[in-house]
């Protein structure tokens, strides 16, 4: 019953609840950004909880339409959401302090592996704590998808479309082709309801963004080491990466490992498992190398170049969301690709509860912590490091 309560007190409307200050920004996201293990759908989950459930900043359908806009852009998602949520609640200065406060805890610990890495000569052991953060993440990413899926399958329509936007998603289809057929599957069921009369604007007003205009870094091609073309390349790999965090390894090896030899393919193995096992955005692996090859300078260039893109893709497609959202057949294919979201997060999920829920002490660790959450409001970064702790004595 407390759970029922609690959900019909949570906002429903198109509207921002209640406003934030830049502070509460940045406290804010500086501890999503400290606690937030396990990749996109993880951060997702937490922001959700943060923003949504315990501070209600959001109503769940806008926090929906900020996801399905972070989708349809390059870059890594999870920050993209933070901008988003930042730029809703303060304008600009919160899109940059929003942003900036999720990227900084990350990049630092990163900064810190990779000191310790040059050092010893090897990385430091943090399994024990990933073993019990990983079913908390489980647990709060679950929680997140139960509750954004009471507004996002609103129509029986939207269910059908959203299983088979996840059976595609198993048979390893492109997620961007999957979200399009899901916002265009979406329009035509409109157009079939409504005529074909009705005005397109807005429909596909996100694609422009979806090829990457910034290959800026192709005149490094060749180039020997430095901190300008080191800046180009993860420019743009910053704004034509879509899908899965794992992608950056095949940009970072094509171009650092094969053609410029700046890294080894060690280094690059041992990035991304540095990327994978600290908390925060994936894309800070680009920290890590930056520091191997240019120190304390190349891991700030590395890290700017990288993120720079989805600040500029979220100050240029953020303000035409609402403007969608009142478009007839613009809000059917944004409620089409909010479906397809939830559908590849939950796709997501399950990859990752394959590997984090291994044996009885995992699995009780994800239960009591799903428990605690939906029949509580306690902030789930205690539920991360209660985890850590478990994790670290059971294992």
């Given amino acids: 019953m407390r759970w029922t309560k609690r959900t ?57 339409d900020l996801l399905g806009a972070t989708n349809l852009i390059p870059g890594p998602n999870s920050t993209e959401m933070a901008i988003h949520i930042g730029h809703r609640q303060a304008g600009w200065p919160g899109l940059l302090v929003a942003g900036a406060a999720f990227i900084l805890p990350a990049s ?26 990983k079913p908390v993440i489980i647990a709060v990413v679950l929680q997140a998808l139960l509750s954004l899926g009471k507004t996002a399958f609103k129509t029986k329509r939207l269910i059908v479309l959203a299983c088979a936007a996840a059976t595609l998603a198993f048979f ?10 899901c916002g265009l599957g979406m329009i035509l069921l409109k157009l079939a309801g409504q005529g074909i009369g009705k005005k397109l604007w807005g429909v596909f007003v996100f694609w422009p963004f979806t090829y990457g205009s910034f290959n800026v870094a192709a005149g490094a091609v060749g180039a020997p080491f430095g901190l300008w073309p080191l800046f180009l390349f993860f420019v743009k ?19 650092l490992v094969d053609r410029w030899h700046w890294i080894t393919e060690q280094q690059l193995l041992d990035a991304i498992v540095v990327g994978q096992v600290t908390p925060g955005p994936v894309f800070t692996t680009a920290t890590f190398i930056g520091y191997l090859l240019g120190g304390y300078s190349g891991a700030v260039i590395a890290t700017v170049g990288i993120f720079a893109p989805a600040f ?84």
């Fill in 8 to 64: 019909a007190a949570e906002p429903e409307d198109d509207q921002t609840v209640t406003g934030a200050s830049l502070g509460e920004l940045a406290l804010v996201f500086l501890k999503l950004g400290t606690v937030a293990f396990g990749g996109p759908a993880a951060h997702v989950g937490l922001m959700d909880n943060e923003v949504v459930r315990r501070r209600r900043w959001l109503s769940r359908e806008s926090f929906l």
């Fill in 108 to 133: 630092l610990i990163v900064t810190a592996f990779a000191w310790a890495y040059v050092r010893y000569g090897q990385l430091p052991q943090v399994q024990s704590v990933l073993y019990g953060v």
């Fill in 172 to 181: 390893k289809v492109n997620e961007l082709v999957i979200l399009g057929l």
């Fill in 237 to 255: 790999v910053g704004s034509v990466l879509y899908g899965s965090g794992y992608v950056l390894l095949a940009f970072i090896r094509a171009d």
């Fill in 312 to 395: 500029l893709f979220v100050a240029l497609s953020g303000p035409l969301i609402p403007k969608i959202r009142h478009s007839l057949l613009a809000g059917a294919f944004l409620d089409g690709v909010n479906a397809g979201s939830l559908s590849l997060m939950a796709v997501v999920t399950y990859h990752l509860a394959t590997t984090a829920l291994i044996d009885v002490p995992t699995i009780v660790i994800a239960v009591a912590a799903a428990a605690t959450l939906y029949w509580t409001r306690l902030n789930s970064a205690w539920l991360v490091l209660i985890g850590a702790l478990v994790g670290t004595v059971v294992s």
